[in-house]
Nanobody
Framework: QVQLVESGGGLVQAGGSLRLSCAAS????????VGWFRQRPGKERDFVAA????????TYADSVKGRFTISRDNTKNTVYLQMNSVKPEDTAVYYC??????????????WGQGTQVTVSS
């Protein structure tokens, strides 16, 4: 069982930056694909970005491409989401999730509790 804990959320002005972290309790985390998702008010949860176990493969939603960067440090069992040039529409609860399958596999096995990001205009 992998436990995921997100941190780094908060209030930021439009155009600003924020870095989210997803820390895992198990060393096996370094073998997992990790994704970031977000749920905006009144909306379904959407995919944001994902990174494979080595960090060599990443993928992004079109809405964040060029602004957000996903990365990982397997020595720290942590995955990051660097959010730059944020917009009010980025306001959401952000979740990290992990799976043992490859990046294209749709189902994630483990989920964190989420961290709130609020972007003021």
């Amino acid at each position: 069982q992998v436990q995921l804990v997100e941190s780094g959320g908060g209030l930021v002005q439009a155009g600003g930056s924020l870095r989210l972290s997803c820390a895992a309790s198990e060393r096996t985390f370094r073998r997992y694909t990790v994704g970031w998702f977000r749920q905006r008010p009144g909306k379904e949860r959407d995919f944001v970005a994902a990174i494979n176990w080595s960090g060599g493969v990443t993928t992004y939603a079109d809405s964040v491409k060029g602004r957000f960067t996903i990365s990982r440090d397997n020595t720290k069992n942590t995955v990051y989401l660097q959010m730059n040039s944020v917009k009010p529409e980025d306001t959401a609860v952000y979740y990290c999730a992990a799976k043992s399958g490859p990046i294209a596999t749709p189902v994630y096995d483990y989920w964190g509790q989420g961290t709130q990001v609020t972007v003021s205009s």
